[in-house]
């Protein structure tokens, strides 16, 4: 069962700020990674990922530069930024609050009337 995207786009730029709160990243390694952490279930699309990078580098919340690599492409890496992580647990705060208010609003919770 893959997880419906409309339930997670809304939080794209929190999952980037996430993943680049533990280290600095490219965008494969970040895709790769939510991939892994999801069993598969969900994935970025390209275009969605690299929208997102130039809408945080925008706002000043992540920076990016090119690697150094020997071999293969040059990648640009990214980096979140103290304006960056504290938007981060700002929208992790918002995102607990929301899911018990969620919960509240659609777990059954007894007789339906009709």
């Known amino acids: 069962m893959s997880i419906a995207s409309d339930i997670i786009r809304g939080h794209t730029d929190t999952i980037i700020l996430r993943h680049l709160a533990e280290k600095d990243s490219y965008g494969y390694e970040i895709n790769k990674s939510i991939q892994e952490k999801t069993n598969n ?3 970025l699309k390209e275009a969605t990922l690299y929208t997102a ?3 945080l580098e925008k706002a000043n919340l992540i920076t990016s530069y090119w690697g150094d ?3 293969g492409a040059r990648r640009r ?3 979140i930024t103290k304006m960056g992580l504290a938007m981060y647990e700002q929208n992790k705060e918002d995102w607990e609050k929301a899911k018990i208010l969620i919960d509240k609003l659609i777990s059954y919770g007894g007789a339906v009337n009709d």
Do not use: H, L, M
Request: proline share 0%; net charge neutral; glycine share 0%.
């Open 77 to 79: 890496y990214y980096s």
């Open 41 to 43: 279930q969900y994935e």
């Open 69 to 71: 690599e020997a071999t």
């Open 53 to 55: 990078f130039r809408r």
